[in-house]
C-alpha cells in the first residue's frame, strides 16, 4: 500500500482486444490519452493477458499455447506482435515511448511460473534453482493453461517471482496486474509477488484480479501487499453486472483507504471488443444514461478508473464525460464514502470533500422514481446545490435533496454549507 497514491486512473486493452492486442494499438491509445486525457488525470496504460503468445487470438484462451521466454523461464513480449521488443529489448521500448508522452506503464501477468519452463527445467535466474523446485504442479488455473502455480515453501519460488520482477523492473513497468491471485485467495503468493516488487529496486503499483468472492477478512492482508483489489469478476456492459456492483460496493465502502483501493473494474464503455472476449465488434451496449450511472457509482466508490474502449475510435460525446473534472475529483480527493441510505431501487450515496458533501443519488428500478435524502442525514440544514454532471449551479435547498430520476439513471451533486 502506497499510502499517496490517488485511484490510478487509466486504460486497459483487454476490453477492446481480448488477448490479442499489438504494439500498434497500444501506441495508438497512449497517443491518444496523453493528447486528450492526460491533463485531467488519466495516466496510466495497461497491457493485458497473453502478450508471450505470438498467434494469439480473440475469442478465448488457447489451451497449452507456446508462448516466448527467456532462457530463465520469464516470459517476453511476442515479437511479431511486439516488434520493438525484438533482440531481447523485452517491453523497454514500448516504455520509454509511453513515458515519454508523459504516461505510465503497466502490464498483466499470471500467478506461477510457466509450464513450459516446468517441462524444460529451465534455470531459475541468479539462483542455483531450476523451475522444477518452484513449481506446484497440482496448483493450476482453471480458466488458462499457461501457468502452475509456485510453492513457496520451496526458497525457488520467492527466488522466480524475484527474477521476474527483476526484469520488469528493467522494462521500466509502473503498474502490474496480477491475475488468478483471488480466486481462491492465494495468500502465500500475494505476499511473495509483493516481496519481489520491493526488493526489485523499482516502485510499482499492484493490482489484483479476478475478484470472485473476495472475503473481507483479508483486508489487512490486501492492504499490506497491494494497491487495488478486484471487488468482481469481469465486468461488462450489461445492466444486470451493473446493478450487482451496487451490491459489491456496498459490502467494500468501509474499506477504503487513502493507498488501498477495492476495484470495481474497468470500464466497458465507448467503443469496445474490437477483438474482444463477449460478443461482437461493437459500441457499448449500456445506454448513455447507465453510462453515467456507472461513472457516477465508480467515482463516489472511489474504484480505480481503467477505460477499456479504444479510445481513438470512442465517440466524442464519451470521450467528455471522462473530462469532467468536478466528477474526477470526488473519485481522486474525497473521503468517507458511503451508502447513506437504500429503499429498494432508490440508493444514496455521500462523500465527503473538505466542508462540502458528494451525493449520489440512483435509481436502479424500471420505472420513474423520486429519490430523497434529508439534508440532516448529511450533516445540513442549508446549503448550496451543484450538478456535477451538468456542471450548474442550483441555487440553495433545505429540508430534503430530491430527485426524479428515469430507469437505471443517476444524479451527483456537491452540496456546500450555508451560513
Given at each position: 500500500m502506497k499510502k499517496n497514491l490517488l485511484p490510478p486512473l487509466g486504460w486497459n486493452s483487454w476490453d477492446c482486444f481480448g488477448t490479442s492486442v499489438t504494439e500498434a494499438e497500444v501506441r495508438a491509445n497512449a497517443a491518444f490519452m496523453a493528447q486528450r486525457l492526460l491533463s485531467f488525470g488519466w495516466n496510466t496504460v495497461v497491457v493485458d493477458i497473453q502478450w508471450s503468445e505470438p498467434d494469439a487470438q480473440a475469442g478465448g484462451y488457447r489451451a497449452f499455447a507456446p508462448l516466448i521466454m527467456d532462457a530463465w523461464g520469464r516470459l517476453t513480449p511476442a515479437v511479431n506482435r511486439f516488434p520493438s521488443a525484438a533482440e531481447g529489448k523485452g517491453f523497454k521500448p514500448l516504455a520509454d515511448e509511453i513515458h515519454a508522452l508523459g504516461l505510465k506503464f503497466g502490464i498483466h501477468v499470471m500467478r506461477g511460473i510457466p509450464r513450459q519452463a516446468v517441462d524444460r527445467n529451465l534455470p531459475i535466474w541468479n539462483s542455483p534453482y531450476t523451475a522444477r523446485d518452484a513449481a506446484n504442479i497440482a496448483d493450476t488455473c482453471p480458466w488458462n493453461t499457461d501457468m502452475f502455480g509456485l510453492n513457496m515453501a520451496h526458497p525457488a519460488a520467492q527466488a522466480y517471482y524475484d527474477s521476474i520482477l527483476a526484469l520488469y523492473a528493467s522494462w521500466d513497468v509502473d503498474f502490474i496486474k496480477a491475475d488468478n491471485m483471488l480466486d481462491p485467495y492465494h495468500a502465500d503468493e500475494i505476499a511473495g509477488f509483493r516481496r519481489a516488487m520491493e526488493r526489485c529496486g523499482r516502485d510499482m503499483?499492484?493490482?489484483?484480479?479476478?475478484?470472485?468472492?473476495v472475503p473481507t477478512e483479508r483486508i489487512d492482508h490486501l492492504r499490506a501487499n497491494c494497491e487495488m483489489w478486484r471487488i468482481s469478476p469481469d465486468f461488462w456492459d450489461l445492466w444486470s453486472d451493473l446493478k450487482h456492483q451496487f451490491d459489491l460496493c456496498r459490502q467494500w465502502y468501509p474499506y477504503i483507504m487513502e493507498g488501498a483501493y477495492p476495484d470495481a473494474d474497468m470500464l466497458p464503455l465507448?467503443?469496445?471488443?474490437?477483438?474482444?472476449?463477449?460478443?461482437?465488434?461493437?459500441q457499448t451496449r449500456f445506454t448513455r444514461t447507465e453510462v453515467i450511472t456507472m461513472l457516477?457509482?465508480?467515482s463516489i466508490f472511489r474504484s480505480p478508473l481503467m477505460l477499456g474502449c479504444d479510445l481513438p475510435s470512442t465517440d466524442?460525446?464519451?470521450?467528455?464525460l471522462l473530462t469532467n473534472a468536478e466528477v474526477l475529483e470526488v473519485n481522486q480527493h474525497s473521503r468517507n464514502n458511503r451508502e447513506v441510505r437504500r429503499d429498494g431501487d432508490a440508493v444514496v450515496w455521500a462523500a465527503d470533500l473538505g466542508a462540502q458533501r458528494c451525493v449520489a443519488l440512483f435509481n436502479l428500478g424500471e420505472e420513474e422514481k423520486t429519490v430523497r435524502v434529508p439534508l440532516a442525514e448529511l450533516g445540513f440544514k442549508y446549503c448550496n446545490q451543484r450538478d456535477l454532471w451538468a456542471r450548474e449551479e442550483m441555487g440553495a435547498i433545505t429540508g430534503n435533496l430530491a430527485v426524479t430520476l428515469a430507469p437505471h439513471a443517476a444524479a451527483f451533486y456537491r452540496l456546500s454549507p450555508l451560513e
Open positions: 503499483i499492484l493490482s489484483l484480479s479476478p475478484g470472485v468472492d465507448g467503443h469496445i471488443s474490437l477483438r474482444g472476449e463477449r460478443g461482437e465488434d461493437r457516477t457509482l465508480w466524442a460525446e464519451t470521450i467528455a
